[in-house]
C-alpha cells in the first residue's frame, strides 16, 4: 500500500519538512462556501450577491464600517475558532518526536492551536490574527483579537465558553461597526489593513524574518540527510513557495523523498517520481488511515 511506503519513508527519515496549502485547512473544516458561508455572512451574501468569504473578503464596501464589520467575522471563525475535524492533530501525530519543520502559505494558526512548536512554523503569507498600516508606515504588526471580539460584540454576537459565535434567538446582526472601533495605525492614524501577503504593502516583521531564518537553518543542517518533503493540500496558485523548491530540492538530495497527499492534484515530475509518494485523496481520510491503522 502506498500508506506503507510513505509510512517506511516518515520512519527512517532524518528530518520532516511540512509544506501546507488552503487544501489541508478546507480539509480539516475551513471551507469557504455553503452552509458555513451562509452561517456567518447570509446578510452580506443576500445584499452584495457575492456566494463566497474570499469575494467578501476583496468587496469594495462603501464605509470601513461595513468593512471592518464583515472582516472581524472573517477573522474569528478562521482565526479564532477551532477547526470542526482533527485533521491537525493527526498531522501533528505523523509527526511528534521526529525533526520537521512546516513551511505554509495558511493564514489561519491552526498547526499552532493543534500544539505544533511555534518555533518549527513558518508563515510565509502572514496571519489572520494580524493587522498592520495600510500604508505601511513601519515594518510592525499587531494582535487584533481583543479589538476584533469587540466588533462582534458591537454586531450583536456572543462569543460562548469554547470559543464559539453566537448570535441571540430572533437576532440579527448589524453589518456596521461603530466608527470608534476602526482599527488606525498607532504611528500615523491610517486604517489599519489585513497582514495578508496580496500586494507589495505586505509587512514581513521580525516574527515573520525570524521564522524565515529558523526555516533555511533547518534546511542547512539536513540537506544532505534522509529528508521527507511532505506537501499537504497545496494547488497551483503560489507554487513557488513550496511545490517548486520541494520537488528542486528532492532532485537534488539523491536521499530525499518527495509525498504529496491532495485531492486531484496529487502527482510528481518524472525526474523524481523513483523517489516520490502521490496520494490522491482527502487529506483527512489519508492521515485518519495512518492513525486508526498505526501503520
Known amino acids: 500500500m502506498t500508506e506503507n511506503v510513505l509510512k517506511y519513508a516518515l520512519d527512517s527519515a532524518d528530518a520532516v519538512v511540512l509544506g501546507a496549502g488552503a ?3 478546507a480539509a480539516a473544516g475551513y471551507t469557504y462556501t455553503g452552509e458555513r458561508f451562509r452561517k ?3 446578510d452580506f451574501a443576500d445584499q452584495y450577491g457575492f456566494q463566497d468569504m474570499y469575494s467578501g473578503g476583496f468587496y469594495p464596501y462603501d464605509t470601513l464600517e461595513e468593512h471592518w464589520a464583515y472582516w472581524s467575522r472573517y477573522i474569528y471563525i478562521n482565526r479564532y475558532m477551532d477547526a470542526s475535524k482533527p485533521v491537525y492533530e493527526q498531522l501533528l501525530w505523523l509527526v511528534e518526536g521526529k525533526e520537521y519543520f512546516v513551511l505554509t502559505t495558511n493564514v489561519d494558526h491552526c498547526f499552532q492551536k493543534a500544539g505544533f512548536d511555534k518555533k518549527r512554523l513558518f508563515y510565509t503569507q502572514g496571519d489572520y490574527g494580524l493587522w498592520q498600516c495600510v500604508k505601511p508606515c513601519h515594518q510592525k504588526t499587531y ?4 479589538q476584533v471580539e469587540e466588533m462582534l460584540k458591537a454586531q450583536g454576537y456572543d462569543i460562548g465558553a469554547d470559543g464559539s459565535l453566537l448570535l441571540p434567538e430572533g ?3 448589524a453589518m456596521r461597526i461603530p466608527s470608534e472601533l476602526v482599527p488606525r495605525c498607532p504611528r500615523c492614524g491610517r486604517p489599519m489593513s489585513m497582514n495578508l501577503r496580496a500586494d507589495q504593502t505586505f509587512v514581513e516583521d521580525a516574527g515573520w524574518h525570524r521564522a524565515a531564518e529558523r526555516y533555511h537553518t533547518f534546511l542547512r543542517c539536513h540537506e544532505k540527510q ?10 497551483m496558485n503560489t507554487p513557488g513557495i513550496i511545490k517548486y523548491p520541494f520537488w528542486q530540492m528532492t532532485y537534488q538530495n539523491p536521499k530525499a523523498t518527495y509525498a ?5 492534484e496529487a502527482y510528481a515530475p518524472k525526474e523524481i517520481s523513483g523517489r516520490a509518494v502521490c496520494m490522491d485523496g482527502d487529506i483527512g481520510e489519508v492521515l485518519c488511515t495512518f492513525s486508526k491503522n498505526n501503520l
Open 171 to 173: 437576532k440579527k446582526p
Open 260 to 264: 504529496c497527499i491532495n485531492s486531484g
Open 143 to 146: 494582535d487584533n483579537r481583543a
Open 226 to 235: 534522509h529528508i521527507v518533503f511532505l506537501e499537504l493540500g497545496v494547488g
Open 40 to 42: 456567518y455572512f447570509g
Open 23 to 25: 487544501g489541508l485547512s
